[in-house]
């Protein structure tokens, strides 16, 4: 098979990969992938996933790991790519896993040492609150079997400290801070006595979960396993907003918002949905370059009217 020479250039030169050739061989059907191993294995890095690969012109990294560097037009038109080390790496899934566990544990040992925590503590908790910690801590056990069984990731890991910051979020804010005020004797599902704004409060949980559990499902089902492809979704709310998963993420949260009652819950979304929309802007973006003549444009991302 004919053999292309690809130009290295360190992408930091304050902190440059010391071993990197100059140049590297590699199959011209060769993928990003390929090559990473290649250059991993030449300057003797141990996880190949350490390699950060850049586009010679925009120096914006190559994401696509499974795409052929003959199909990366500024690569083939130089000859060059731009590497860096990553540093240390750990796995997506694991990366999620350790987020969500966070929560679930959080809740089970606040509502545990509620005797210890609050002067009041002895008090049975009100069926509001327990149903408040029914609803977070089955979303955050879906959210793991989802991790481990639906989630189909276009990247094989991301750096080692990023776990510290993303996990930070979920196991301070939804896990201690939201878990501190509802169990609290003092709180106002410990004092609600409208059982019906806690059916309306699960029912819209149940419609959010229920519908962001199926568009997971569909979006895997769009991307083979291993695979990086991007295909044009359509129904299950793709229609109304660019991202219907986020949409239904916030429902179900305002779900646990009327039925706790509680002002941590709405800080937390609230986070959360800043985020989301920051995601869902870039997909539209993404959908929009990637699909120009079949996608429908999205004036909303997240929330019909709304965002």
Same mark, same amino acid.
């Given at each position: 098979m004919a053999q292309v020479t690809i130009k290295l250039t360190n992408r930091s030169p304050r902190q440059p990969i010391k071993r990197l050739p100059p140049t590297i061989d590699v199959p011209s059907d060769a993928t990003i992938d390929d090559l990473k191993l290649r250059i991993a294995k030449e300057a003797r890095v141990s996880d190949f996933n350490r390699i950060g690969i850049f586009d010679p012109s925009t120096k914006k990294t190559l994401k696509n790991r499974k795409a052929k560097i003959a199909d990366e037009p500024n690569v083939s038109a130089a000859n060059e790519v731009l590497v860096k080390d990553l540093g240390p790496q750990i796995a997506w899934r694991t990366v999620f896993v350790i987020e969500y566990l966070g929560p679930i544990l959080v809740h089970a040992?606040?509502?545990? &040492?509620?005797?210890?925590?609050y002067s009041k503590g002895s008090d049975a908790m009100s069926s509001t609150q327990w149903l408040a910690f029914g609803? @977070? /801590? &089955?979303? #955050?056990?879906?959210?793991?079997?989802? !991790?481990? %069984?639906?989630?189909? #990731?276009?990247a094989n890991t991301m750096p080692f400290f990023n776990v510290f910051k993303n996990s930070f979020f979920y196991w301070a804010v939804s896990g201690l801070l939201c878990a501190v005020s509802i169990y609290s004797p003092r709180s106002l599902a410990a004092r609600a006595e409208e059982p019906l704004l806690d059916l /309306?409060?699960? =029912? @819209?949980? +149940? #419609?959010?979960e229920t519908g962001n559990a199926l /568009?997971?499902? *569909? +979006?895997?089902?769009?991307?083979?396993?291993?695979?990086?492809?991007?295909?044009?979704?359509?129904? *299950?709310? #793709? =229609? +109304?907003? !660019?991202?219907?998963?986020?949409?239904?993420?916030? +429902?179900?949260?305002?779900? @646990? @918002?009327? &039925?706790?009652?509680?002002? !941590?819950? $709405? %800080? %937390?979304? $609230?986070?959360?949905? $800043?985020?989301?929309?920051?995601?869902?802007?870039?997909?539209?973006?993404?959908y929009r370059a990637q699909f120009p003549d079949k996608y429908k444009k999205k004036r909303f991302v997240i929330l019909p009217g709304l965002l």
């Open positions: 040992l606040v509502v545990a &040492a509620r005797p210890l925590l609803m @977070i /801590v &089955a979303h #955050f056990v879906k959210r793991e079997v989802e !991790t481990l %069984f639906v989630h189909k #990731f276009s /309306v409060g699960l =029912a @819209i949980y +149940l #419609f959010g /568009v997971h499902l *569909y +979006l895997s089902s769009l991307r083979s396993r291993g695979g990086t492809e991007r295909k044009m979704p359509s129904g *299950y709310g #793709f =229609a +109304l907003v !660019t991202c219907p998963n986020y949409m239904y993420e916030i +429902l179900s949260w305002a779900g @646990i @918002i009327v &039925a706790s009652r509680d002002w !941590t819950v $709405a %800080f %937390f979304i $609230a986070i959360g949905a $800043a985020q989301m929309y920051t995601w869902a802007q870039g997909k539209e973006r993404a």
